[in-house]
């Protein structure tokens, strides 16, 4: 079945330094999601991508969704204590019928 | 206001004994879906719904059942509970049309299998 891999695990930063992660699919998706997911909190919505190279920007948060729709990224800029938390990226294959696919996560942890 | 209302949040249960975790929505949306959440492990899928009676499997169904006789309702049945099934459960609805959007999840089920 489909797998969408995250990486990195784990990402300790500095606060003021910038975060990366990055995710990568085995077959080609539809589009692909974001969620942030608060240390005790519940999965929320951060964007949608759906065209293929698409680049979307919220405040400090950059979006990437790949050339061949396999691979995504969000880069967050000069972090704050407040961007603490994991990261998922979720993937949908095809036309939906397999549902969203999520990554492991990267647990952002930052350091004042 | 608009949300997705699991019960119970917090459960301790033993081996055996049957159980459902409730999942509401006021959205009207049309699908719904069940994820585990475990250390190292993600969010894994266990049911989703693309409307009233359509369930299919995710990529972790067994030992699990769900139903979807309302549009509103998406049950979770642990028929005979194991402790591998001890995890963070939550559930989640998308309006869907035509392409899965936007997620909505509950505040999440934390079930503990003795």
């Known amino acids: 079945g489909q797998q969408v891999m995250q990486i990195p695990q784990y990402q300790h930063v500095q606060e003021g330094e910038d975060f990366t992660t990055y995710c990568n699919s085995s077959?080609?998706?539809?589009?692909i999601q974001w969620y942030k997911q608060r240390p005790g909190g519940h999965p929320v919505f951060l964007i949608q991508l759906v065209k293929s190279g698409e680049v979307k920007k919220q405040k400090r948060l950059t979006f990437q969704f790949g050339e061949a729709k396999k691979n995504s990224s969000l880069h967050i800029t000069a972090t704050q204590t407040t961007d603490v938390g994991t990261y998922f990226c979720a993937g949908l294959a095809g036309g939906g019928a397999d549902g969203l696919t999520f990554g492991k996560g990267t647990h952002l942890i930052i350091q004042p | 206001e608009a949300q997705v209302t699991q019960n119970p949040r917090y459960l301790i249960t033993v081996t055996g004994k049957k159980l459902t975790v409730t999942c509401s929505q006021n959205?009207?949306?049309?699908?719904m879906s069940w994820y585990r959440q475990d250390p190292g492990l993600g969010l894994r899928q266990i049911y989703y719904?693309?409307?009233?009676?359509?369930?299919d499997k995710g990529d972790v169904p067994e030992g699990y059942k769900v139903s979807r006789k309302e549009k509103r309702n998406f049950p979770l049945i642990l028929e005979s509970p194991s402790p591998n099934q001890t995890s963070l459960y939550f559930c989640?609805?998308?309006?869907?049309?035509?392409?899965?959007?936007?997620?909505?999840f509950g505040e999440g089920s934390r079930l503990t299998v003795l």
């Open positions: 989640a609805s998308s309006l869907d049309r035509g392409i899965i959007g936007e997620l909505f």
């Open positions: 959205m009207n949306h049309e699908y």
């Open positions: 077959t080609t998706l539809s589009n």
């Open positions: 719904s693309m409307n009233v009676e359509v369930t």
